[in-house]
């Protein structure tokens, strides 16, 4: 999604607006743009390209000003061309970059239109520029207040005015916006991320909020026009983050970070320093007879792998709800509900208005399970558990799915021990198990060599199925998943008891099957669904516990995994996955951190 980086320095600030779209390149853009206050002019370049050519054409003219504005854009409103790149302009005075929709903007369009103004792009953002432009009287503070109380939707913007070089301005409603206070500068971001080069501390902006940054102060105004004071929050920030090192990609990196990730969640429930302040007390649950997880993508394949967990540890009904589907249903709550928000970012539009929508409702029991602890979301409810996954920059969500597992199941254990369903002594056992989940996961990591040489068996492939059953039927979407937004070969997960009503008429040599075999109280089920495949000449890939008792026939690959995890045998077996969608993109040769038309981070509907 489109990311923004502004500021006023204490010297030249392109190279720390360029360093920030860098660093922000990982949400995914079509376009970007910087544009500078420089001798008494606003002046800019804009690229279809990468932020590294946007780099040279800086370079190349010389852009120079110690006030900013700069963006990485992904299309929503008109196609990703030049005129439609930001910062967008009106007339020479105004200068805007902005994320978000505006959803009046036709009204606004055709009003502005009317008083003379020139629309040169397409974007919703114009509108922008404009209105302030339109209630500019020399003070640009008082243009974007009025400015903004015209719009509807969501934004995070920053604007400067020729003529007041050293100020610029930030507003956010329904969009983050940070501030990041540096030795150098005052900087506005939409994530911490982009200026952990320039900033060692950062002010979150609330909904609503205004900033104005003059020289080094920065005033913030609340949506009435208040002054209000937010809390700064120093930032500490492992070099290590965002650098590739030894990897090739930043998903490799973050597909092998994982034990270490999953033991950092583990320990900030267990460890002797507990970091989930915001976590419900059991007692706080004690009435909570049904669950409601809200997702997308593959967090919405988290909250389905957790339905099992909380259905067997807990006795309690449990539902996954794609959150885009869920904010425009009826809403039927069966009463005593606990909201549970899972989400990478904290900020996917359409898992935040789902969000809103129980709470509109009524529900107040709201868990944000969540890797972003200033978050909207994590902002939004009641209660919060952080994953512990560290910033996550490839696209394709690896390190922060397997967190969420983790964080999922401790919540069901925990919800189980509360409601009389496990032991103190079973829920002890849970633990040694999840503490050994790392380890684990490093045995599966080992298998990377035989994964390669799957990948080589499949990497021309056109389309692929994965099967699996009970809690790995997610793993099985999530597997396709991975598989199709990194490698662009068609996928498909089912529950293998779905092959024969209809997905077994696409089963011919042609069709990889790939199936994650656990050891569980299906596996003689599974094993007649993989009969299924192999008897109309299917090419099985299968990645099966060691304990199986699962040996190579004709027509079959196979892969031995650890001996059976129990229930968190989803962990391992999704690892394994991830590497496969990984090695077969890097065969195929796509942008594997930055998917085509992807953007991480979806802040818009
Ligand atoms: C897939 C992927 C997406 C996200 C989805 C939700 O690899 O990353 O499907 O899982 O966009 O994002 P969050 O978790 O930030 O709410």
Not at 584 to 602: E, F, Q, W, Y
């Amino acid at each position: 999604m489109c990311g923004i980086v502004a500021g006023v320095a204490q010297r030249n600030i392109v190279p720390s607006l360029l360093e920030g779209l860098k660093r922000l390149e990982y949400r995914g853009y079509d376009s970007c743009g910087v544009a500078v206050l420089q001798r008494g002019e606003a002046r800019r370049v804009r690229t279809l390209s990468r932020v590294c050519t946007l780099e040279a054409d800086a370079r190349a003219i010389d852009l120079d000003g110690a006030t900013g504005i700069a963006h990485t854009r992904w299309a929503t409103h008109g196609m990703p061309v030049i005129d439609n790149a930001h910062p967008i302009f009106s007339g020479e005075l105004i200068a805007v970059v902005h994320n978000g929709i505006i959803e009046n903007h036709e009204q606004l369009r055709q009003s502005l239109r009317a008083k003379g103004y020139v629309f040169t792009s397409q974007t919703d953002t114009e509108v922008i520029a404009h209105l302030v432009h339109e209630h500019y009287c020399g003070d640009i503070l008082t243009a974007v207040h009025n400015a903004t109380r015209m719009l509807q939707g969501a934004y995070a913007i920053a604007v400067m005015c020729r003529d007041e070089p050293g100020r610029v301005i930030g507003a956010r409603q329904g969009s983050p916006l940070v501030v990041g206070i540096g030795k150098e500068g005052v900087f506005l971001a939409s994530d911490t991320f982009a200026l952990a080069g320039s900033a060692e501390r950062f002010i979150y902006l609330e909904e609503g909020d205004l900033v104005d940054i003059e020289g080094k102060d920065v005033k913030i105004l609340d949506k009435e026009g208040q002054a209000v004071t937010r809390r700064e929050i120093a930032f500490v920030r492992h070099a290590s983050d965002a650098e590739l090192g030894a990897y090739r990609h930043f998903m490799q990196k973050e597909i092998f970070e994982q034990p270490v990730a999953v033991a950092r969640t583990i320990a900030s429930v267990t460890g002797r320093e507990t970091h989930q302040a915001g976590m419900p007390k059991p007692e706080e649950l004690a009435e909570v007879t049904n669950v409601v997880m809200l997702g997308c993508g593959t967090s919405h394949y988290a909250a389905l792998t957790a339905c099992g967990w909380f259905e067997h540890f807990a006795n309690v009904a449990a539902r996954a709800e794609i959150s885009s589907e869920y904010r425009y249903r009826d809403y039927v709550s069966p009463g005593n509900t606990l909201v549970v928000a899972v989400s990478q970012s904290g900020e996917t539009a359409d898992t935040l208005a789902a969000l809103r929508y129980t709470q509109s409702m009524g529900e107040q029991r709201t868990l944000a399970i969540c890797n972003v602890a200033a978050s909207a979301m994590v902002r939004q409810c009641r209660w919060s558990f952080i994953t512990e996954a560290g910033p996550e920059v490839g696209v394709a969500s690896t390190k922060a799915f397997t967190t969420q597992l983790v964080a999922l199941f401790m919540l069901a254990i925990q919800m189980g021990k509360q409601r009389g369903h496990v032991s103190e002594s079973e829920a002890e056992s849970y633990m040694r198990q999840l503490t050994a989940l790392p380890d684990a996961m490093r045995n599966v990591l080992a298998r990377e060599p035989e994964i390669m040489a799957w990948a080589e068996a499949l990497y021309q492939s056109d389309h692929a199925l994965f099967l699996g059953r009970g809690t790995h039927y997610p793993i099985a979407l999530e597997g396709a998943l991975k598989l199709k937004e990194i490698s662009y070969i068609h996928a498909e997960g089912y529950p293998a008891g779905e092959l024969k009503h209809g997905p077994l008429a696409l089963v011919t040599d042609a069709m990889p099957v790939i199936v994650t075999a656990p050891n569980d109280a299906l596996l003689h089920k599974l094993k007649s669904n993989m009969e299924e495949v192999r008897a109309r000449g299917g090419r099985l890939f299968v990645l099966a516990d060691s304990d199986t008792g699962l040996t190579v026939e004709s027509g079959m690959r196979l892969i031995h995994m650890p001996a059976w995890f129990g229930a968190l045998s989803p962990v391992l077996h999704v690892v394994a996955l991830q590497l496969l969608a990984y090695h077969v993109a890097c065969l195929r040769g796509t942008d594997i951190d930055k998917p085509r038309n992807l953007a991480k981070s979806v802040t818009v509907e």
